[in-house]
């Protein structure tokens, strides 16, 4: 194997390890943004995990973070939680961070 070909494979897997813990991140965020947004709507125990698990799914409607985004601002209008567009975009922007530093942690 020459040295480029070594390279080569060791970008590609560090790229392929950034994109899992990337993935990781986006749905601990997720977990934790739907807990968030369940609190926000008065909802507790079993009732909030499956709410939390309601936001995670909704991710998977489209790439990118609007889908989610949507959901919860949606059931915010509908359930008449005041909240803006930059307070919610903000949440997730400070949860992702914490989900970031969750997953280095271990």
């Known amino acids: 194997m020459s040295s480029f070909d070594k390279r080569q494979e060791g970008f590609e897997k560090k790229f392929a390890h950034d994109e899992e813990l990337r993935f990781k991140a ?50 915010f209008a509908a359930g008449g939680v005041e909240q803006s567009e930059h307070q919610i975009r903000r949440t997730m922007d400070e949860l992702m961070a914490t989900a970031i530093e969750q997953i280095k942690n271990g």
Do not use: C, H, M, P
Request: no cysteine; charged share 35%.
């Open 26 to 75: 986006s749905a601990r965020r997720n977990k934790l943004f739907g807990l968030w947004a369940a609190e926000k709507l008065g909802k507790t125990g079993t009732e909030a995990e499956t709410y939390a698990r309601q936001v995670i799914a909704a991710d998977f409607e489209e790439a990118g973070d609007e889908d989610v985004f949507r959901k919860v601002q949606g059931d």
